[in-house]
């Protein structure tokens, strides 16, 4: 008997939106889902650019470059948001004013009004919602949530993160929209420390307050002439002002009694995409990088004292969360597959009429602390969370 269809408009083609397509075009050729996904219709600006994304990233044959009607058709179950930040909320509205479930990439929205506008929107419209906290699906940082739950590290202490890149580190690299706070509404502080609120939220839990700072190091930049995919650009004649941070760092109380660290910059040469987080509890500690993304290190201090230390689990055996469905061990999988593993959820969760995770609830949170600690920067003082 065929499976039921979820139809997929996706609004976005660039970076984002490359990897939400592979997602959807892979998610059927590995994990068994209740439904067939159709990967319907793509929305974007510049009407032969758009055609010929589509056709190259899979697309079925029509294109439109108006969102407004695209989230109104008939022949879409399921909006996928993947554009710069400040349309995600107008997007978002639309489509579940339309009787859409909604996929959005991070951050959320702009700022937490429009986060709780877009809350306020799904609820009403009752569909279901999601948001693209990718990492999430890396089996390594599922397995640290699975030992976690075990009890086997104790009562959590510390939760200590950061997210490192470097490609802005030149001058000369142009203007682009992540650079604009009316586009991108922050820097480094809502394109990474997000991720790296996200996962502490996902294993260590709710954060209740937080005080940091914030830095932009270069001011000025050329212009932009042309967005060339993934962190590239070309450069153009005279100069804009960065509105936005270039790093952020902040402490953070968290409301099961636990401390943390967060700092997230672009400015750290040698760091091409260095997620990573240590948690220390009572019982041992884990470890995390993402640019060695199959392996979780754990201390287990119930080891015999001179066995004691950290250890290297490669995250690829098939009891591993979400292994099953790709290789045997030891034949490692990459940054496409935390995407696979996110759409796995996402329309499994859809199809069984439950609440995808992470979700709008989850984007709402992570908006709140990444606005508390923006606050805590100009009043100088611990900023509670309130979402």
């Given at each position: 008997m ?18 939400h397509?592979?997602?959807?075009r ?6 068994d889902l ?36 695209f ?6 179950d399921l909006i996928d ?6 349309m ?16 959005c ?5 702009m700022?937490?009004?429009e ?14 919602h ?9 089996p ?21 993160g ?14 682009v929209?992540?650079?604009?706070k009316?586009?991108?509404?922050s ?56 509105t936005?941070?270039d790093?952020?760092?902040f ?7 636990a ?5 997230a910059?672009?400015f ?37 004292p ?28 990459g940054?496409?597959h ?16 439950k ?11 992570c ?6 600690a ?8 611990w ?5």
């Open positions: 065929a499976k039921r269809q979820l139809r997929v408009g996706l609004i976005g083609y660039m970076f984002m939106g490359t990897a397509s592979n997602a959807y892979q998610v059927g050729h590995f994990f209740p439904v067939e996904v159709v990967m319907q219709g793509l929305c974007g600006l510049g009407e032969a650019q758009l055609k010929a994304a589509g056709q190259k990233l899979g697309w079925r044959d029509y294109y439109e470059t108006d969102y407004r009607k989230v109104k058709r008939a022949d879409l948001i993947a554009v710069s930040n400040n995600h909320a107008e997007m978002a509205i639309a489509a579940a004013k339309a009787g859409k479930h909604v996929y990439e991070k951050p959320l929205a700022n937490v009004a986060a709780r506008r877009m809350v306020k929107a799904v609820e009403k419209a009752g569909v279901k999601a948001i693209s906290f990718n990492y999430r699906g890396a390594a940082v599922a397995l640290a949530r699975q030992i976690i739950d075990e009890g086997r590290i104790g009562r959590i202490f510390h939760w200590r950061q997210y490192l890149q470097d490609w802005i580190v030149d001058p000369k690299f142009p203007l929209w992540r650079l604009q009316e586009v991108a509404g820097g480094a502080h809502g394109d990474l420390a997000a991720h790296s609120i996200d996962l502490a939220h996902f294993l260590v839990g709710d954060i209740a307050a937080v005080v940091g700072d914030m830095k932009t190091f270069i001011t000025e930049r050329p212009r932009l002439r042309e967005a060339a995919g993934g962190l590239r650009a070309r450069r153009a004649a005279g100069k804009g002002k960065v936005v941070d790093a952020s760092v402490l953070a109380r968290f409301a099961n009694g401390i943390g660290t967060f700092e910059t672009r750290a040469p040698g760091h091409k995409n260095d997620n990573f987080f240590e948690i220390n509890g009572s019982k041992g500690s884990l470890r995390f990088c993402f640019e060695r993304m199959n392996e979780l290190e754990f201390y287990d201090r119930g080891d015999p001179h066995l004691q230390g950290f250890r290297t689990i490669q995250a690829t055996d098939p009891k591993h969360p979400y292994v099953h469905a790709w290789w045997p061990p030891g034949h490692i999988i940054y496409e935390t995407f696979i593993d996110t759409v796995y959820n996402l329309v499994t969760a859809i199809a069984r009429n609440l995808p995770s992470p979700n709008f609830y989850d984007g709402l949170k908006q709140a602390v990444l606005e508390a923006a606050q805590s920067v100009a009043s100088g003082k900023e509670k969370v309130r979402a």
